[in-house]
């Protein structure tokens, strides 16, 4: 594939940020490419925006690298759509690619505190989409835009390699290939793929997937490599990975999403804590589960990590909940934040806002009575139903018992269905 891309090189005065912008008013598209070097920084007031990449396939995680920022600073990352139109040229009929911006910017992942000095922000690509750096400190300064079209090209395990030698380190093992059977036994759903290759680097594993005619390279890193590497990679009980990691979380979160299973790691976890299940709601559970075992006090639950991430000390089971979505990347699964707090105003609003049924299903906030004929005064996470039980992912509770007398904290119990007094589900 022939590209015919423009870079310009922008700055704004008076303080502002600069990247690299990709200009992609016309790209024409004929045989299939190899992935571009990175994109060169520009320079203003001694702070530096780069992307590592110019165009990612949908699924990939990229890094924009903020350098010479101020001492104090809060930092984050915005992004909004490009749609993309293509037409055919007379008279070669080239296909010809343009790219524009739509809709509103949207933050991507957690704002980032920092101390001066360079910061790497990481984002994974879902679609064509335009993204620029926002740093407060004394000045709020805004970015210059770094346009990152996707492409459904193969990508080989050589080639990412090529692309993340700085982030992975040194390779500690050979290129290993799946041998047919194995490929077969494969965890959790994988129709239609052919062959699998992977190695181990020092810093996380890369995954090739052959599926039909399309070859997709996927990274494992951290935390998360760590494990899936332990666990015995793409022959283990999580399966293939699906895409690479989100990150730039809560705690410095990341999650992703394999064949049999969705991981999840942050600062609190010394290694990732996996979920069965799939999609959104895998990454939800998976990120409620890393506070299993949590305890608090009487005497110190009012001040627990949620309560003040929350900006409230009142009841914190309904907080927890919310925290599991804003972790794991779906806050917009939920309405806005300041809409749920205290749990009252969490209560009426999903109500109000949310869809709501007498029906239990996983993935849904069941909100229970905590007295016989009282209005719900606790909401779970529903992990399971039977007939007569739902099972509930929840905190600031005792656990009927599953937590030592004095203390509240974070279980996973079974409760009977009588006592949810109704159910909010998500839009995932």
Known sequence: ?????????????????????????????????????????????????????????????????????????????QKRTLTRTTAAIAPTDQATTTYQPKGKWRKVGDKHQVKGGDVKLHVRVAGPAQYRVVVRGKATFKSKLVNVPTFSVNKTLEERQGELVSKLGTATTKVRTLSKTKVRKIKGPHRGVKAVRWQAFKEGSIIEVTKGDKVRSWVVLGTLGQSYRKAG????????????????????????????????????????????FKGKVGEVDAAMRSWLGYRVTYANNTSTP??????????????????????????????????????????????????????????ALAFVRTQRGREAGHVGFVTAVTKTSIRLLHGNTTGNGKVPRGHRGVVETWVPRSTAAFYAYPQY
């Open 306 to 363: 949620i309560q003040r991430w929350m900006g409230s000390s009142a009841a914190w089971c309904g907080y927890f909940q919310t925290w599991g979505f804003h972790a794991s990347g779906n806050a917009d699964l939920l309405p806005p934040k300041k809409k749920l707090i205290p749990f009252p105003n969490m209560r009426s609003t999903a109500k109000r806002a949310m869809k709501t049924s007498s029906k239990p299903k996983i993935g």
């Open 1 to 77: 594939m022939m590209r015919t891309m423009a870079m310009t090189r922008r700055m704004r005065r008076g303080g502002a940020l600069a990247v690299t912008a990709v200009c992609l008013a016309t790209m024409t598209l004929a045989t299939p490419a190899t992935a571009a070097p990175g994109i060169p920084s520009v320079k203003a007031h001694d702070v530096v925006v780069r992307s590592n990449v110019d165009h990612a396939q949908v699924g990939e995680r990229i890094w924009l690298s903020v350098s010479g920022l101020p001492n104090i600073a809060t930092v984050t990352v």
């Open 233 to 276: 990679g793409p022959t283990s009980s999580w399966g293939l990975p699906k895409a690479d990691a989100q990150c730039g979380l809560l705690q410095a979160g990341c999650v992703q999403s394999f064949t049999a299973r969705t991981a999840y790691s942050s600062t609190r976890t010394t290694s990732a804590v996996t979920s069965k």
